[in-house]
């Protein structure tokens, strides 16, 4: 099966092929650096991890550029209402993205452009739209002109209704057109800004888009990514930028969207106020239990987020990883994931199917259904490289059972590895001697600790509850 896509300018699953089946390149809109991110925001780099992890499996190279956002109206009324310096909260902000992020054990992308690294590059790009009379200057501002494109909305497939009705909030004077948008604005003495033809200014944040993909992946490229909140006016502005500005040619093949984070059926965003950050979250679960709530719905379907679903995504991680840790003396397999589980993924990324079947593997690995010891050596030895093969693929499963099993809480207190070791050495010289009420004593103190026992055949083995 050849991996399928849903497009969002076709509006259709589409089969995906390459501009270049060498090198496949992928862009996807980045944070804007003024916050801690919350889970919604973690929600697209999590989908677009499974996606580049996919690509990178089918071809020899993927190059994945995702830019820095770091100059931004959020970012200037930050410093103004807290005072701190804009470098100190972007590069402060930067940082604390990269850790949430590999707490979430998404791959860092190939390429991680910061916007303010590229205003040559934007400059550039707006001085062409302004020659091909896509742009003009009016009072300091350079704006893109919509009706010089015919076939502005194409993407978001809205009116020309619906697009003055949506750019009527802020019809500014100097406007030819309602629909036109800012590429670029006058900055004031005390505001970050740049030199220009058109004054000292900063960009508008829809040509840093533009500019940072073309100077990494070239003028079209296979697919741009991002949340569907991004669709409009997004990345419509983006196209009509870059194509107006490249002769027409398209931006990108393929425009992938994810769905939205919800709470109680509402979109997590910082403005409803209804949202947890990832850094919070991580306080309580550990990343990897994040990471499977949030693919435990398709990427395109709308995902509700509770703490019942990160509970519950914990414990569907402690049966996986129990069942690892059942067959740790079986020698894994080196092999790809099964069939049903690679054409879940191919499918337009179906992340819940391909759960499902990882269930089944664990559920496999954990039956014994064949009674000859040294068949069911091999056959476990298959299902468990299948199983570790089908988790690697979706960012999963990768971690020392032991290890999975002895997280705890950040600032919950709780007795140290060598702690629980000195009580299990205790207990078990306790039932050497036949002192059954004091190994029982130490088994009960350590439970109440939030330590349960497990007495296998080669030891006793532990888990923190
Ligand atoms: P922002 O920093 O708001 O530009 O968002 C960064 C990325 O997170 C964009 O791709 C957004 O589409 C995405 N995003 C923001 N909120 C949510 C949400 N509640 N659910 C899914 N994606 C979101
Ligand atoms: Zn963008």
């Known amino acids: ?218 003028v079209t490229f296979d697919i741009h990514g991002g949340g569907l909140d991004l669709i409009f006016p997004h990345h419509e502005n983006e196209i009509a930028q870059s194509r107006c500005a490249h002769g027409g040619a398209a931006l990108a093949n393929y425009w992938v969207h994810n769905g939205f984070l919800t709470i109680h059926q509402d979109k997590m965003s910082k403005s409803l106020g209804n949202f947890f950050t990832v850094r919070d979250l991580l306080a309580q679960a550990p990343g990897e239990a994040l990471r499977l709530a949030l693919l435990a719905a398709h990427y395109r379907q709308p995902l509700d987020f509770s703490p019942e679903a990160l509970q519950k995504a914990k414990q569907t991680l402690d049966g996986w990883y129990g069942a690892l840790r059942n067959h740790a003396v079986v020698q894994a397999e080196e092999t790809a994931p099964s069939e049903t589980f690679q054409n879940a993924l191919l499918d337009d990324l179906n992340t819940p199917l391909a759960i499902a079947e990882i269930h089944k593997l664990a559920g496999m690995l954990n039956r014994t259904a064949i009674s000859l010891p040294a068949f069911n050596r091999i056959r476990k030895g298959t299902i468990k490289g299948q199983l570790l093969a089908a988790g690697k693929a979706l960012g999963l499963l990768q971690q020392d059972p032991e290890a999975w099993f002895r997280w705890t809480p950040a600032g919950q207190k709780t007795l140290s590895d060598a702690d629980i070791e000195a009580q299990i050495t205790a207990r078990n010289a306790a039932r050497t001697a036949r002192d059954f009420a004091e190994a029982d004593r130490i088994r009960k103190a350590l439970a109440e600790a939030g330590i349960l026992l497990e007495d296998k055949p080669e030891g006793t083995i532990w888990r923190r509850t």
């Open 1 to 218: 099966m050849a991996l399928e896509l849903y497009n969002t300018l076709s509006r259709k699953k589409e089969i995906f092929t390459p501009l270049d089946a060498a090198h496949v390149r992928m862009y996807v809109c980045g944070p804007t650096v003024y916050d801690f991110a919350h889970l919604g925001n973690a929600r697209p780099v999590v989908a677009f991890d499974v996606l580049f992890r996919l690509l990178k499996s089918l071809y020899p190279r993927v190059t994945y550029v995702r830019n820095i956002t770091d100059v931004d109206d959020k970012i200037m009324q930050k410093a103004k209402d807290t005072g701190e310096k804009i470098d100190s909260i972007t590069t402060r902000t930067t940082e604390a993205y990269h850790d949430d992020m590999a707490a979430l054990l998404a791959l860092p992308p190939t390429i991680e452009p910061r916007a303010t690294a590229h205003i040559a590059q934007m400059q550039a790009l707006i001085q062409k739209l302004i020659e091909n009379n896509h742009a003009y200057v009016a009072e300091g501002h350079v704006l893109f002109n919509v009706p010089s494109m015919p076939e502005y909305g194409q993407l978001s497939r809205r009116s020309r209704d619906e697009l003055i009705a949506g750019a009527r909030v802020d019809v500014a004077p100097y406007k030819k057109d309602p629909a036109d948008f800012v590429l670029w604005k006058p900055s004031t003495a005390d505001q970050p800004g740049w030199d220009s033809p058109w004054g000292r200014g900063r960009p508008g944040w829809h040509i840093e888009c533009s500019a940072m993909a073309k100077e990494h992946l070239g």
